[in-house]
């Protein structure tokens, strides 16, 4: 386990060396984010029935937080180290593709989580809190940046140079993330709109990471496990079998 400890400490330091970017700048923009929706449309709308709209928003922009860093941290790293070189030093070690694999998520998992408590520490203060179901919380999140850390992992592969993986970013993360229901809830879409949002796989992290504040989303909360569990299957198979083959890395 030495190599895979090393491999997983060497990703915490890569970001926890530039914290500032990786940790500071995302927080600072969630918080942005909070005080331009909250203060448009606090006064107007209540979620549920009875959550004020400030409190509902902050979960979705944890949880996006959560989602958008856990990817950029796996994406990142493989682009830079296949674009600089440096990745023939940790493919010569005798690393398996599975001690890599969660190496790099791992790490991944760790920034999406510092990143989401931060995120709450910084808002908390605009509104109280509930924290109906503490455990659902921290399952989605860690489901939630497990799976961003997988399909991250897939992109940092999959691209040759920086332009792809900025297209992969902005064509599919950042909008599946905000078409997610982070700022809204999805049953005040229109039928097709509010079906089309159920096969967004981000949907089911965000609705049942705040189901776990409020005790109330729009989808039963085993559904969401489920879609959670299903994605994390379905990218950690796929990022698996990348490395195994060394698709894009060994040949």
Not at 104 to 115: C, E, F, I, P, T
Request: with cysteine; net charge positive; proline share 5%.
């Amino acid at each position: 386990m030495t190599g895979l400890q090393t491999l997983l400490q060497k990703e915490l330091l890569r970001f926890f060396k530039v914290s500032f970017q990786t940790v500071a700048a995302p927080i600072v923009t969630a918080l942005l984010y909070l005080l331009i929706f909250a203060h448009a449309f606090t006064a107007h709308v209540e979620m549920f029935g009875r959550v004020p709209y400030t409190a509902f928003l902050i979960p979705g922009l944890m949880m996006m937080s959560v989602l958008q860093n856990a990817f950029a941290n796996t994406s990142s790293s493989l682009i830079q180290s296949k674009i600089t070189g440096n990745l023939v030093f940790v493919l010569l070690t005798p690393l398996r593709p599975w001690e890599l694999f969660t190496a790099y998520v791992g790490a991944s998992v760790v920034r999406g989580l510092v990143v989401g408590t931060g995120v709450l520490l910084v808002t908390v203060w605009f509104v109280p809190l509930e924290f109906a179901h503490p455990l659902w919380i921290l399952a989605f999140a860690v489901l939630g940046a497990a799976m961003l850390g997988a399909l991250g992992l897939i992109a940092g592969i999959w691209a040759e140079k920086f332009d792809q993986m900025a297209a992969f970013q902005n064509f599919l993360i950042t909008p599946a993330t905000f078409l997610s229901g982070v700022f809204y809830s999805v049953q005040s879409l229109p039928a097709f709109w509010r079906a089309l949002s159920h096969l967004n796989p981000f949907f089911y992290l965000i609705d049942g990471f705040r189901y776990g504040f409020f005790g109330v989303g729009d989808v039963p909360p085993w559904t969401c496990l489920g879609a959670a569990l299903l994605g994390n299957l379905l990218c950690g198979g796929i990022a698996l079998a990348m490395l195994v083959r060394g698709t894009k890395l060994r040949n």
